[in-house]
């Protein structure tokens, strides 16, 4: 079957740095997307990587390692505002998106 | 502006008693999808429709309808809804689904459904 793995919750703390981890099992793979939402809002678009390495975008990198089926979010300079949910999502060889349940950040003053 | 409208945003109903959550997108996308999110499951696509006319069902499509006869609406239907489909239901469109990265998906404010 298909899998995607992220941890459930992270606590950080204002200012600090931290990492997002997403492992996946699909068939296929055509990209990985971020998406970012705020509790009872909808997702919106982070970042997406089809190649190996690292995209940065302001504060936000996403990395991608297809050989390893891994990827990371890395959020840089933690506002208070990033507490959120952060959804990894693999589109697979049928071009679905295939999504985890999400990974709860909380930011700590 | 840009973007995906949902209708209701708040619905509490009954067992069996038809109804519909309309999905309309302005930005003249092909592709348009129904989810459902539930706590620690994540979102589960319920159908989707890769243009007009033309619908495949997701992950989870059992007890929904979906209709594509507009390129700009996408509206879910429950024939007869149970309690089991209460949930949070979003609906999403974008330009396609072939990879690449302007097939980002733009999502609806939400839907929450209770079914008493």
């Known amino acids: 079957g298909q899998n995607i793995d992220q941890p459930t919750e992270m606590t950080a703390t204002e200012g600090a740095i931290v990492q997002i981890n997403c492992t996946y099992q699909?068939?296929?793979?055509?990209?990985l997307f971020w998406y970012q939402q705020h509790a009872g809002e909808a997702p919106t678009f982070l970042s997406y990587?089809?190649l190996d390495g690292l995209e940065e975008k302001g504060r936000f990198s996403s990395f991608l390692s297809r050989s390893k089926g891994y990827s990371y979010l890395l959020l840089k300079e933690l506002q208070m505002k990033d507490s959120a949910s952060y959804l990894c999502?693999?589109?697979?060889?049928?071009?679905?998106?295939?999504w985890g349940a999400g990974t709860k950040l909380i930011i700590k003053p | 502006e840009a973007q995906v409208t949902q209708n209701p945003r708040y619905l509490i109903t009954v067992t069996g008693k038809k109804l519909t959550v309309t999905c309309s997108q302005n930005?003249?996308?092909?592709?348009m999808s129904w989810y459902r999110q539930d706590p620690g499951l994540g979102l589960r696509q319920i159908y989707y429709?890769?243009?007009?006319?033309?619908?495949d069902k997701g992950d989870v499509p059992e007890g929904y309808k979906v209709s594509r006869k507009e390129k700009r609406n996408f509206p879910l239907i429950l024939e007869s809804p149970s309690p089991n489909q209460t949930s949070l239901y979003f609906c999403?469109?974008?330009?396609?689904?072939?990879?690449?990265?302007?097939?980002?998906?733009?999502f609806g404010p939400g839907t929450r459904l209770t079914v008493l």
């Open positions: 999403a469109s974008s330009l396609g689904a072939s990879g690449h990265s302007t097939d980002t998906q733009y």
């Open positions: 930005m003249n996308h092909e592709y």
């Open positions: 429709s890769m243009n007009v006319e033309v619908t």
């Open positions: 699909t068939s296929g793979f055509n990209g």
């Open positions: 990587n089809v």
């Open positions: 999502a693999v589109l697979d060889s049928n071009y679905q998106l295939i």
